[in-house]
């Protein structure tokens, strides 16, 4: 595993932890990955190591090559090379990649408890602080009452999902079962008709959860498979405006009448 996707697999390990989400064997995979890939980069022996090596068994009159330490020496210096240890390591981390594509769904279930319980302090909260963005604290700290912690509650819930979402898109991009698509960047934290996702032009946008709650959005964290259907949703709206566009066309190049 290159150095990109080893810190794609600790940004799912960081979503899981900071959430709260359980799943040992995924942690447990992870640590054991690590293990060996810290271990095989930390071996190495000094440069001038073999010729003292075989110094000192030249001034006892020893044989060099039935020295214990030179075949010692000989032998870790054959596979402490960048080569051998880039593949020890990425064969350590494909043993984690295979935990997560067997638990696919299971981690993102694990996700979503979190995931959920804090799309519901933010619904809460937006139900008492209304549609005013959370970094304007001084018009919602003007409600007054217990507003403050209300705040303090939804921010701690913002992060929550920004989490899990950050640990569902490295869950998809370590295991190859979605792509990172910009486009759809929305559907990985709510189902959105096609209908809205026009009216509210949200192709290629990035919203925060408090603002996709602010624009009427009900959050959710789908499986992989639930996130490529919401996709083909979108896609498959396209596809139905671009061939009434293209029938509207070939109307109006005809002198036909178009019913839509």
């Not at 304007?136 to 999902?161: C, F, H, P």
């Not at 919401?230 to 498959?236: G, H, K, L, Y």
Request: with cysteine; proline share 4%; net charge negative.
């Amino acid at each position: 595993m290159n150095l990109s996707d080893r810190a794609t697999a600790r940004t799912l390990l960081s979503a899981i932890e900071s959430t709260g989400a359980s799943m040992p064997k995924v942690a447990a995979a992870y640590a054991h990955a690590t293990k060996i890939s810290d271990s095989v980069n930390a071996l190495g022996i000094p440069q001038d190591a073999l010729a003292l090596a075989v110094s000192a068994a030249l001034e006892d009159d020893r044989d060099p090559g039935d020295d214990p330490e030179v075949r010692r020496i000989v032998t870790t210096n054959a596979f402490a090379n960048p080569a051998v240890a880039q593949a020890v390591d990425a064969q350590a981390f494909e043993g984690f990649r295979a935990v997560c594509r067997h638990n696919l769904d299971a981690i993102v279930v694990a996700l979503r408890t979190p995931f959920d319980a804090a799309a519901a302090t933010l619904a809460e909260a937006h139900a008492r602080i209304g549609d005013v963005p959370l970094e304007d604290t001084g018009a919602i700290m003007r409600r007054g009452e217990d507003i403050a912690e209300v705040w303090a509650k939804a921010t701690t819930a913002v992060k929550v999902i920004e989490a899990a979402d950050a640990g569902w898109q490295a869950l998809g991009e370590i295991t190859r079962a979605s792509s990172s698509d910009q486009r759809y960047r929305v559907l990985r934290i709510a189902d959105v008709p096609y209908s809205e996702w026009i009216s509210s032009e949200l192709e290629g946008k990035k919203l925060k959860p408090w603002d996709a709650m602010l624009a009427g959005l009900t959050l959710s964290l789908p499986t992989m498979s639930e996130y490529r259907q919401r996709v083909a949703v979108i896609v498959a709206g396209h596809a139905g405006v671009a061939e009434q566009d293209a029938r509207r066309q070939l109307a109006h190049a005809t002198n036909r009448r178009f019913d839509g």
